[in-house]
């Protein structure tokens, strides 16, 4: 009976281990999905109202829950007042790396050159900018996706194999 | 807070000592140039400071600072030349983009930081005498950088404050610039050209005197023609240094022949001040 508990918890064990870095996985899909949404907005609210970038920044930081995309635009906000002693461009480079490193190189990629023409007096050029990083960003969201399908699959499968040996081995 | 401490505020950090130290000549303006030290407008000529040069993402750091990061809510503005905040007026020059000035800059060369301020009483001997029996439509002329828009904002508030209402077109904020007490009796509106302004005012806020800064512009003028006629009084600027100068120039030959400005408050520069002279043009 001790055996057969010990075997059942190893193999609850090794399925929870396998849940836990799907559902991580799944979340940063999500982190990339509201991200896109944010910059879609972003040049939305610059196309039809014009605003300053600090009021956009802190209504985006509001509007999302707690995460990568609200520390993003509210950490951006707080750091405006470091303008003049750093750019515009390094201020969102450095809040870039600071809140989504986690999600993977490839996203700081995209978001970084933003920087470099966001806040300036060509409008159309920002707008275009947003919402190519903002595809781009889709995309990776959706190659994450494709990928979590058959590693889902894998992670079920190897756990159900490991935590069966096991499993065996204890009986 | 004195515009010139909010102008060192959005200054690179390595030069804030050096212009702290200029503060008590009370600087008219402050001048970046690229490849030059910065410089301060006062007693009528600019000095150097002794520090190192501009460069032209000093300039860049200078606009995104004004501006909150967001040239391009003062794109409009900066086409023309210049843009407000607050109390400084920040003029650009650099190379335009493909389209010409019109439609903004590809790169700065240099800025020129005007420093608003409040001077109380400088035109109270002028606004004794337009107050004087029925007022007379009344434009203040000096050269670029003469005193025009502070003797303006102080002529506003004075005739505001004695009872007239005054409608106030401040296409720029510069009028106002937000700190700036405009009188009693005044009702102002912004971010509007002087045509629409004109109109507005007259149709809503029945205003007995018109007030708008530098008309040069053709529209300019079809605004002050629009109100000229409406039983309502007009009172602006424009850059010239006298009468002659002004009559020099078709738009406001016009203007002055059609009676439709009667006094010129010119204004002069002497000994390091500034004289106030209302004259009848008739």
């Known amino acids: 009976m001790r055996k057969l508990l010990g075997a059942a918890s190893i193999l609850l064990a090794c399925f929870w281990a396998a849940l836990g870095r799907l559902r991580d996985k799944k979340q940063s899909i999500a982190h990339l999905h509201a991200l896109a949404q944010s910059l879609l907005e972003l040049r939305s609210a610059l196309q039809e109202r014009q605003q300053g970038l600090g009021g956009m920044f802190m209504s985006l930081a509001q509007k999302y829950e707690k995460g990568p995309v609200r520390g993003f635009y509210g950490r951006l906000n707080d750091k405006l007042e470091d303008l003049g002693e750093y750019s515009f461009s390094e201020l969102w480079r ?6 989504f490193s986690a999600l993977g190189e490839g996203v700081v ?63 | 807070m004195d515009p010139f401490f909010s102008a060192v505020e959005l200054l690179p950090r390595r030069y804030e000592t050096a212009f702290r130290a200029q503060a008590a000549f009370v600087p008219e303006e402050i001048r970046l140039r690229v490849g030059q030290p910065p410089s301060l407008l006062y007693g009528e000529r600019e000095h150097f400071l002794a520090v190192d040069g501009i460069k032209e993402e000093d300039l860049v750091r200078v606009l995104e600072k004004a501006t909150g990061a967001s040239l391009y809510s003062a794109a409009e503005a900066m086409r023309q030349g210049y843009f407000c905040v607050g109390a400084l007026r920040i003029g650009i020059c650099g190379r335009a983009t493909v389209g010409g000035a019109g439609r903004g800059f590809a790169s700065y060369s240099s800025l020129c930081i005007r420093l608003a301020r409040e001077h109380r009483g400088i035109c109270a001997a002028a606004a004794d005498r337009l107050c004087e029996g029925r007022y007379a439509n009344t434009l203040i002329v000096a050269p670029p950088g003469g005193g025009k828009t502070t003797a303006l904002r102080e002529l506003i508030r004075t005739l505001s404050d004695r009872g007239r209402r005054m409608g106030v077109i401040d296409e720029r904020g510069e009028l106002s610039g937000g700190v700036f007490d405009l009188g009693r009796c005044s009702d102002v509106i912004t971010g509007t050209d002087k045509l629409s302004g004109a109109l507005l005012l007259l149709r809503s806020m029945s205003p007995q005197i018109i007030a708008a800064d530098e008309i040069s512009a053709p529209q300019d003028l079809l605004a002050v023609e629009e109100i000229y006629g409406c039983g309502v009084g007009l009172l602006a600027s424009a850059h010239a240094a006298d009468r002659e100068d002004l009559m020099r120039r078709s738009a406001y030959r016009v203007l002055i022949e059609k009676e439709i400005f009667t006094r010129l408050l010119v204004i002069r520069r002497g000994g390091g001040k500034r004289s106030y002279e209302l004259e009848a043009i008739a």
């Not at chain 1, 450095?94 to 809140?99: H, I, K, L, P, S």
């Open chain 1, 109 to 171: 990629d995209i978001l970084c050159p933003l920087g470099d023409c966001l806040g300036g007096s060509e409008l159309d050029r920002q707008c275009t900018a947003l919402e190519r990083a903002a595809q781009r960003i889709e995309k990776e969201a959706e190659t994450r996706r494709e990928a979590l399908g058959g590693e889902k699959r894998l992670s079920f499968g190897l756990s159900l194999c490991a935590g069966g040996f096991l499993a065996i081995m204890l009986m």
């Open chain 1, 94 to 99: 450095g809040t870039a790396e600071e809140c």
